[in-house]
């Protein structure tokens, strides 16, 4: 079982749809939750840094961790063209090294 | 506000040539890393570094050899390239503010190399 799973998509909405991306992980010792935006061509970017359980909003976007089930998820309200891009969860614990899933790949249609 | 910076941003390279990449950051990071990044297989670890001077093995480190002589710079040497190396290779560089690996990491845009 890889330690963190994500759906490669690609993921097609009409622009201003709210767009969720989310990830699983199989490791109950990550506490530091991330998530990279990636343009083509350029390198990620974070986009959001949680620690532990619960919500952390930023604008349209809003990061949900779930420990219990072992899920986490970005949320993007009223999505736009320019939000297309790979987004790849992140996450570790304290003490070794981040552990990055694969990106999925989102077009927003206009 | 430069960021981490790395240099080339594409090469083309001859089975068994040699070649460094090299990756500089002003932000005062302790942690600095290279990364492969592949089709289908995400972000892999190359090798890392904790600190000036140190250098450690990451997920793939097998035909790669680093260096990190001064705190800003990390380099990534190649001394005979095979085509499995063609890929895009990513430095990124973090702050040990609170210890440990939970800081997160800043990306380089990344160079593209192609082995012929």
């Known amino acids: 079982q890889k330690e963190v799973e994500q759906d490669p998509g690609p993921l097609s909405v009409p622009e201003g749809a709210i767009v969720s991306l989310n990830c699983t992980y199989s490791?109950?010792?990550?506490?530091?939750f991330m998530w990279y935006r990636q343009y083509s061509r350029k390198g990620p970017e974070l986009l959001m840094y949680?620690?532990?359980?619960g919500n952390k909003e930023d604008g349209r976007f809003t990061a949900q961790v779930d420990k219990s089930s072992k899920y986490i998820s970005l949320f993007i309200r009223d999505s736009q063209p320019s939000d297309s891009a790979t987004y790849l969860c992140a996450m570790s614990d304290r003490d070794d090294k981040i552990i990055f899933g694969k990106g999925t790949r989102l077009h927003i249609l206009p | 506000n430069a960021g981490v910076t790395q240099t080339p941003k594409f090469r083309v390279l001859k089975t068994g040539q040699s070649m460094t990449l090299l990756c500089a950051q002003d932000?005062?990071?302790?942690?600095m890393y290279w990364y492969r990044q592949d089709p289908g297989m995400g972000l892999r670890l190359i090798h890392y570094?904790?600190?000036?001077?140190?250098?450690a093995k990451g997920e793939v480190p097998d035909g790669y050899n680093v260096s990190r002589l001064k705190k800003q710079n990390f380099l990534l040497g190649l001394e005979s390239a095979a085509p499995s190396q063609t890929s895009v290779y990513f430095c990124a560089s973090s702050n040990i503010a609170t210890g440990g690996w939970n800081q997160p990491q800043h990306f380089g845009d990344g160079t593209r190399l192609s082995i012929l």
């Open positions: 932000m005062n990071h302790e942690y």
């Open positions: 949680t620690y532990s359980s």
């Open positions: 570094s904790v600190g000036e001077g140190t250098t």
């Open positions: 490791n109950s010792a990550f506490q530091y």
